[in-house]
């Protein structure tokens, strides 16, 4: 007589927990916004329920995750020790979603090519907290030139700019917007008496050089250099002023935005894929997380936003 198949279950010791699953989202998202209204806000919820939520999850834990500041949240120690396994059961989750709607299927590779500044100061900071597609096999690409995206160089690219070459699919995601910066010493100089820090020959076709030349005028520059964050330190400890994009100047306290002549200066940034990479369910994926981050925080590539 055959036997019956049997479903084998792995045995978990320990009680249930009394927190909820779910509670993790509204930790996590306390967390990464820094007040309820901002959590509240990026879940689409009211204020009240951020608030009531983590409060069960607090009282579940025993413990308080959040000191309560006057401008907002922050995670004090006991926090702190929950965060990279909230972070890990929240990546679990979504495998476990995935799974179950037939998703893992979407592992592989994926290349993105984007602006060096762009990838270390703004996108790797912020991606560990929205990225949620653990099997791809993310490589980013630190560029200031076009991927040949036709070719595979990338599949998905970050531009400063709009493309115009055939076959391109072009999204605009946001603005990134640039400053005339300095430091204490030279905004307490009059604007005819600062110094004033320029590219090099070869970044002369950039629009933030044809401001500084016009700042510049017949005194020249006091430095040249092709390397956005040679300028940014050099103006950050008095050597004269730089037009930087506010997401990097916003991470040197030493840097004060000054009044500039020139009209506010803003880039566009574009989200740029190959036609035939529109078919590709984790490059969409890809490129939806990377939009999902910009339009998160807007507010730190252009102050027009915030």
Known sequence: MRKKAQTKFEAVSGPEPLWQWDDVRFFLALAREGSLSAAARAMGLEHSTVSRRIAALEAACGVRLFDR???????????????????HMQAQAAAFGRAASGQALLAGPVRVSLPPLLLSHFFVPLMPFLWQLPQ?????????SAANLAQGEAGIALRLDRP???????????????????????????????????????????????????????????LRTNDVLVMARAAAVGWGVAVLPHFVAAQDDRLHLLPSPASPLRRPLCLVMHGGQRRSERVRHVADTLADVVARHAGLLDRAAG
């Open 164 to 222: 115009t070459a055939p076959g391109l699919v072009v999204r605009t995601l946001a603005r990134v917007g640039y400053g005339l910066y300095g430091s204490a010493a030279q905004l307490a100089l009059p604007p005819g008496q600062r110094s004033v820090i320029g590219f090099d020959a070869t970044n002369a076709h950039l629009p933030q050089q044809r401001v500084l030349e016009e700042l510049a005028a017949s005194r020249g520059f006091v």
């Open 136 to 144: 791809v096999q993310l490589t980013l690409l630190g560029d200031t």
């Open 69 to 87: 500041l006057a401008r907002g949240c922050r995670l004090n120690a006991h926090g702190e020790h929950l965060l990279d396994a909230a972070v």
